[in-house]
């Protein structure tokens, strides 16, 4: 069976995020004064062959630990639904 993974791999609350900054700072100067904080991150959809949903999360959330996501500096979600 097919599942399709949606993950959003974000910055780290912890960590600065030079991007989102930036983008914040140009708000204000579209006067889109009541924008306090942005946050940038990426959007990823996996098509993954599975024989169950369990199963295509643990293979979308290997794929975010080995490659996708850097642990140091970013976190990650997965919704799995399907195909």
């Known amino acids: 069976?097919?599942?399709?993974?949606?993950?959003?791999?974000?910055?780290?609350?912890?960590?600065?995020?030079?991007?989102?900054?930036?983008?914040?700072?140009?708000?204000k100067n579209l006067n889109l004064n009541?924008?306090?904080?942005?946050r940038i991150g990426k959007h990823i959809q996996l098509l993954i062959e599975a024989s169950s949903k369990a199963e295509a999360e643990k293979i979308a959330i290997e794929a975010c630990k080995k490659l996708l996501a850097n642990p140091i500096m970013e976190s990650f979600e997965v919704e799995i639904v399907e195909a």
Request: glycine content about 6%; aromatic content about 4%.
């Open 1 to 27: 069976m097919a599942y399709k993974a949606e993950i959003n791999v974000m910055p780290l609350k912890e960590l600065l995020d030079p991007k989102g900054k930036a983008v914040a700072g140009s708000m």
């Open 34 to 38: 009541t924008i306090q904080d942005v």
